[in-house]
C-alpha cells in the first residue's frame, strides 16, 4: 500500500494515516467475523432451546406412562389378594354351611 501524503507536510509520507486505514480493515474485519460467530451462536442456541423441547414433550409422556404403568402394576398385585380372598371366603362359607347342615342333622331336620 503506497503511503498517502500528510496532510500537514504534502511533501512527507503520512504513515500513521495508512496505519490508520490499515487498522480500519482489520476491525471491519472482525466485526463481520464477530457478526457471523454471533449468528452462528445464536442458530445454536436455538437448536438447543429445540431439542430441550422436544426432550420435555417426550419426558412428559415417560412420566405419563410411568404413571399408567405404575397403577396398572398395582392392580395386578391386588388381583391375587382378591383371589385369595374370594377362596378364604368359599371356604368359610362352606364350613360354616356344613356346620349348619350338621346341627340341623343333629336337631332332626
Not at 53 to 71: F, V
Amino acid at each position: 500500500m503506497p503511503a498517502e501524503k500528510c496532510i500537514l507536510d504534502p511533501n512527507r509520507d503520512c504513515l500513521g494515516l495508512a496505519k490508520a486505514e490499515m487498522l480500519e480493515k482489520q476491525v471491519e474485519e472482525y466485526r463481520e467475523k464477530s457478526s457471523k460467530d454471533h449468528h452462528e451462536m445464536y442458530d445454536r442456541i436455538r437448536q438447543l432451546e429445540i431439542a430441550n423441547a422436544r426432550t420435555d414433550t417426550q419426558y412428559g409422556q415417560i412420566m405419563e406412562t410411568l404413571g399408567a404403568l405404575k397403577s396398572d402394576i398395582a392392580e395386578i398385585k391386588t388381583k391375587p389378594a382378591r383371589r385369595w380372598d374370594a377362596i378364604v371366603d368359599k371356604v368359610l362359607l362352606a364350613v360354616v354351611g356344613g356346620i349348619v347342615v350338621y346341627i340341623l342333622a343333629q336337631i332332626g331336620f
